[in-house]
């Protein structure tokens, strides 16, 4: 596996990172133990990278991983919709506390937009910036769906990765084309700016020609890692074999799944409109009593999270 730093920072990590939202209840929901011990198999592979989020609740499987990963190994991020100082101070010991650590490598400031919401964020930015000068957090950056977000970063000395949704056919992309996109992450790198990609995949959608979507993203040399969500150890071992240019044996193919992810609501939901709110690309929206999910979705899950009644499932 190749190791890169991350822009000019001093984190090293794989290429491959360990997109960690699959493993949790509202995807694959594997238990603790089952979602542990996977993030330890990566890591015995070479994945020394692993993303999180507040919002994916899922610092507990993390926590376990690491009574067996030594800490100073293992680059974690996680994210946070913090726009005060109080709340960076929050979020940040919240992943501390539920971590079990007393450093996170990164923090970054979840689904910036635009020029206006960083401008919106900039206290909770500054303040994590603030954290890691007290040695709480070695890198800040952002995560976006948004090419106005790489393109306002620039005025925001702060950011130093950023973590972009960008994939083979730019799915997901919520304000222009792939190669509008391609083109502001290159600049972002040209600075310094560390760069991991999200989504190279489409989020599950691309699952029938992974390989080809890993291969496209593998051969861009400005992303310094790419974010994949994986379920299982073939899917693991597959995703290796394809960065490092090797085949995939027979027996790996054999178990990996084909078809790609799907989203369902079920009809226990009671319309309280939590997703639609939730949704950033307008993909679900209640309609006659029911939310319905459109051909915008991108199946990051992240409205599953807010369903209060637990019925959006992505399989
Ligand atoms: S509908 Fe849900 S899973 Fe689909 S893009 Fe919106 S938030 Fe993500
Ligand atoms: S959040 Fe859940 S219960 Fe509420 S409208 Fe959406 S799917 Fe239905």
């Known amino acids: 596996m190749e190791y890169k730093k991350l822009g000019n920072t001093d984190i090293e990590v794989s290429k491959l990172c360990f997109g960690s939202l699959t493993i949790t209840p509202s995807q694959a929901n ?5 979602g542990s011990r ?17 919002i994916y609740e899922n610092y507990e499987y993390i926590r376990e991983a690491l009574k067996y990963i030594p800490r100073d190994k293992f680059v974690i991020t996680s994210k946070t919709y ?54 709480y957090i070695r890198g800040v950056g ?21 973590h972009p949704m960008i994939n083979k056919y730019g799915l997901g992309i919520l304000d222009g084309t792939r190669d509008e996109m391609l083109d502001e992450i290159k600049k972002a790198r040209t600075r310094g700016v560390g760069i991991y990609a999200m989504k190279v995949i489409g989020g599950g959608h691309l699952i ?48 990996l799944r084909t078809h790609n992810r799907t989203i369902d609501v079920e009809d226990y939901c009671i319309a309280c409109g939590n997703c639609e709110k939730r949704c950033q690309a307008e993909a679900i929206k209640v309609i006659d009593g029911m939310a319905r999910i459109n051909e915008n979705c991108i199946m990051c899950g992240y409205c599953a999270t807010v369903c209060p009644e637990f019925c959006i499932k992505v399989y």
């Open 208 to 255: 029938s020609e992974a390989d080809e979507a890993i291969k496209w993203a593998n051969n861009i040399e400005y992303f310094d890692s790419m974010a994949i969500g994986m379920q299982s150890e073939e899917e693991v071992l597959n995703n290796i074999a394809i960065i490092n240019n090797r085949e995939v044996s027979l027996e790996i193919k054999s178990k």
């Open 142 to 162: 952002i995560s976006t769906h948004k090419i106005a977000a790489l393109k306002a970063s620039e005025q925001f000395k702060e950011i130093e990765v950023i």
């Open 82 to 135: 913090a726009y005060t100082s109080e709340m960076a101070d929050e979020s940040l010991n919240l992943a501390l506390k539920e971590l079990g650590t007393d450093y996170i490598d990164l923090f970054l400031l979840h689904e910036q937009e635009s020029e206006m919401t960083l401008k919106g964020h900039y206290e909770a930015l500054e303040r994590l910036f603030a954290l890691k000068e007290k040695g």
């Open 30 to 34: 594997l238990s603790i133990s089952e």
């Open 38 to 54: 996977l993030i330890n198999f990566a890591y015995d592979n070479g994945i020394n990278f692993i993303d999180t989020a507040e």
